[in-house]
């Protein structure tokens, strides 16, 4: 449940980057998920990867060797490293890539 929370977060970041760039208003800050619904990967995690991320970071492509299709894969990473830090998630590559925190934005 805690990883998924951590994917939701940079989900969500990805879905409202496309504002904040034009604004250039970076890095995007990110809001604490609030809810208490529980996430579900495929409901909740997946549409948005899938309209933000999948084009490029899919099994048969995976630019930059990152697979985003499934939690396991999300959390192996690509070439480089690890994709989600469950220790500290705001370090996460994943994340400070989709906020603008460190380049290249994704």
């Given at each position: 449940m805690?990883?998924l929370?951590?994917?939701?977060m940079?989900?969500?970041?990805v879905s409202v980057l496309q504002?904040?760039?034009?604004?250039?208003?970076?890095?995007i800050?990110?809001e604490?998920?609030q809810t208490?619904?529980e996430i579900?990967?495929?409901?909740?995690?997946?549409p948005?990867l899938k309209r933000?991320?999948?084009?490029?970071?899919?099994?048969?492509?995976?630019?930059?060797?990152?697979?985003?299709?499934?939690?396991e894969s999300?959390?192996?990473?690509g070439?480089?490293?690890?994709s989600?830090?469950?220790?500290?998630?705001?370090m996460?590559l994943?994340l400070?890539?989709?906020?603008?925190e460190?380049?290249?934005?994704m």
């Amino acid at each position: 449940m805690i990883r998924l929370t951590y994917l939701v977060m940079i989900a969500t970041s990805v879905s409202v980057l496309q504002q904040v760039v034009r604004a250039q208003e970076l890095p995007i800050p990110i809001e604490e998920v609030q809810t208490d619904a529980e996430i579900i990967f495929s409901e909740s995690i997946m549409p948005m990867l899938k309209r933000n991320c999948l084009a490029c970071h899919h099994e048969k492509e995976a630019e930059g060797g990152l697979i985003l299709e499934t939690i396991e894969s999300s959390h192996n990473g690509g070439d480089s490293g690890s994709s989600v830090n469950i220790d500290s998630p705001a370090m996460s590559l994943l994340l400070t890539r989709t906020t603008g925190e460190e380049e290249p934005l994704m």
